[in-house]
């Protein structure tokens, strides 16, 4: 298990980490290829999945390697 940070600044117990690729659409309805950081959240009661946009993920888990 790992300490991180998300991205409303709240800490989070993970199980898992990986870096996966996403089509989201432009302004202009074109689709592009973003990077994203999927993690297994491990909360007191369930776990669930939750995605991070990977340049903000690395800006407040600098030391966390994906």
């Given at each position: 298990m790992l300490n991180i940070i998300d991205t409303d600044n709240k800490p989070r117990v993970v199980r898992t980490i990986k870096k996966i690729k996403h089509l989201i659409?432009?302004?202009?309805?074109?689709?592009?290829?973003?990077?994203?950081?999927?993690?297994?959240?491990?909360?007191k009661e369930r776990e669930w999945i939750q995605y991070y946009p990977l340049e903000d993920f690395k800006k407040l888990n600098p030391n966390v390697s994906i």
């Open positions: 659409k432009d302004i202009n309805g074109n689709e592009i290829l973003t990077d994203f950081v999927e993690v297994m959240v491990v909360g």
